[in-house]
């Protein structure tokens, strides 16, 4: 019975990681024509590093500007920037952990 009630907690763990990416990422970014992995893979040409990505898109969501976009000037004047997140850091943390895992290239190109 303990060992039921353990997986279902695991199982459980893993749909709310998904959740907190699906729920506040892609609801957001499926309401603007540019697909979310281009947001990825213009931070990673600007910041190169897993560590500089994930800490400068942190630092965006918490505090956005145009001065720390990735986004060209037309793409910022046709959407405007992003509200502040409303996540906490933890959840933020989390979320930029997904999304780094799904759109990473190092590892898959051969």
């Known amino acids: ?24 990422c892609i609801k957001c970014h499926k309401k ?13 040409l600007t910041y ?7 800490t400068a898109m942190i630092n965006y969501m918490q505090n956005p500007s145009k001065k720390d976009t990735v986004m060209p000037n037309a793409f910022i004047s046709r959407f405007g920037i992003k509200k502040k997140t409303t996540l ?3 959840e933020l943390r989390e979320a ?9 290239v190092f ?3 051969k």
């Open 88 to 90: 906490k850091e933890s």
């Open 96 to 104: 930029i952990d997904f999304y780094w895992e799904k759109y990473k």
């Open 107 to 109: 590892g898959k190109l």
């Open 48 to 54: 190169s590093s897993e560590n500089n990505v994930k």
């Open 1 to 24: 019975m303990v060992k039921i009630i353990l997986l279902v907690l695991l199982f459980a763990s893993s749909l709310l990681s998904a959740n907190i990416y699906e729920t506040n």
């Open 32 to 44: 603007i024509p540019v697909s979310i992995d281009k947001y990825f893979y213009r931070y990673l």
